[in-house]
Structures are given as structure tokens and as C-alpha cells.
T-cell receptor, first 111, second 112 residues
């Protein structure tokens, strides 16, 4: 699976949009971009995933650049409960079904 | 659905003792994963199963670690003998095919 690069940490004011970037310049054509988050002392939680089109669900939006070398996870109205470590992962949906987590971005939502 | 269920929630043991961690995946899921999380190494994939068969155990640290999945609703991760460096949070996750992973609440293991 392709390697991803994320900032180590970010702050966001409560109620504002949180934009979390991820670089995945070596992504292959069949690899999807996945986002998970881990709230302190809990197991990771799936947020969203996409291949090349932008995606939106009840939790977040995922914007993938046209060349697919980077993406941005958007939490439209961050709350204190969104404070967590956010992991960006690229993964194919064939072959080995393993999911490797990097170091992620620690997002702190500030009141 | 109760989600992925792990037990125990916390385990404290002494070096040299055998430790068994348990996991019940979500019913109907055909993949089961064991992860370990430490401050130093982050989240590491130890092993995963497909239809109860181990597919990739390359992440298992050494022979002291073993994992089994005797049926679709139960898996164990065993450490024998345990060492202080095994102290970590161990997560179990399951998925349906290549779908999203659902994680359990984890087992906090402390080896003294």
C-alpha cells in the first residue's frame, strides 16, 4: 500500500471547519483513500473513503485532487468531541486485505 | 448489533505468565484483524484471518505470540510467556470483505 504523509497535529476552533490534509503521491490507480479516527482510549472508527470522486457522508467530506496525489478530510462544524487522531490510509480493494495505520494527525478542537 | 466484543478490558499479569485475549467479531463478517498499539510504534497489524484461516501473520512479533480462530464468532490472541515489552493495547477488528473495519474497545495489557 502507498505511504501517506500527514501533519503531526492541528488545532481548530469549535464550530469552524476542520480541514485535514493528506499526501499520497505514490497512490496506485486501484487504491482507495480511507480515513479513520481514534478518540482517546477507544478503537479506531471509520469515517469515509473514496477512489477519485469527492465523497460526503453524515460525518465528513472527502476531497481528492484530480491527480489523486493528495486529499483533504473536512469536518464542516468541528465540535469538542471531534478531538482525536485522524488517520489517512490508502488501500486497494483486491489482494491483501490489510490496513496499515501511520502516525496520523492529532486534531484538537478548541472551545 | 453489539459490535466487536473484546475481553478482558484490562489485564494485569506478571512476566512469564500466559495471557489470552479474546475477540468476538460482528456476526457475518469474514475478516478478523488483531492490532497492537503502543506509544512508540503506533498501531501495528499483527495478523488477520479470512473465513477463520490466517492469511498474513507477518506482524506477529515472535513465537511467543499465537492467534487462533476456531470458528467464525471467536478468536484468541495468546502470549506465552509474556514479557513487560508486550504491554500495550490490543485491538481486534472485523470487516465484511474489503469493507470498513469495525474495531473493538481493546484490551489494555500490563505485564509487570
Amino acid at each position: 500500500d502507498a505511504k501517506t504523509t500527514q501533519p503531526t497535529s492541528m488545532d481548530c476552533a469549535e464550530g469552524r471547519a476542520a480541514n485535514l490534509p493528506c499526501n499520497h503521491s505514490t497512490i496506485s490507480g486501484n487504491e482507495y483513500v480511507y480515513w479513520y479516527r481514534q478518540i482517546h482510549s477507544q478503537g479506531p472508527q471509520y469515517i469515509i473513503h473514496g477512489l477519485k470522486n469527492n465523497e460526503t457522508n453524515e460525518m465528513a467530506s472527502l476531497i481528492i485532487t484530480e491527480d489523486r496525489k493528495s486529499s483533504t478530510l473536512i469536518l464542516p462544524h468541528a465540535t469538542l468531541r471531534d478531538t482525536a487522531v485522524y488517520y489517512c490510509i490508502v488501500r486497494a480493494q483486491t489482494g491483501a486485505n490489510n490496513l496499515f495505520f501511520g502516525t496520523g494527525t492529532r486534531l484538537t478542537v478548541i472551545p | 448489533d453489539a459490535g466487536v466484543i473484546q475481553s478482558p478490558r484490562h489485564e494485569v499479569t506478571e512476566m512469564g505468565q500466559e495471557v489470552t485475549l479474546r475477540c468476538k467479531p460482528i456476526s457475518g463478517h469474514d475478516y478478523l484483524f488483531w492490532y497492537r498499539q503502543t506509544m512508540m510504534r503506533g498501531l501495528e497489524l499483527l495478523i488477520y484471518f479470512n473465513n477463520n484461516v490466517p492469511i498474513d501473520d507477518s506482524g506477529m512479533p515472535e513465537d511467543r505470540f499465537s492467534a487462533k480462530m476456531p470458528n467464525a464468532s471467536f478468536s484468541t490472541l495468546k502470549i506465552q510467556p509474556s514479557e513487560p515489552r508486550d504491554s500495550a493495547v490490543y485491538f481486534c477488528a472485523s470487516s465484511l470483505g474489503f469493507g470498513k473495519l469495525f474495531f473493538g474497545s481493546g484490551t489494555q495489557l500490563s505485564v509487570l
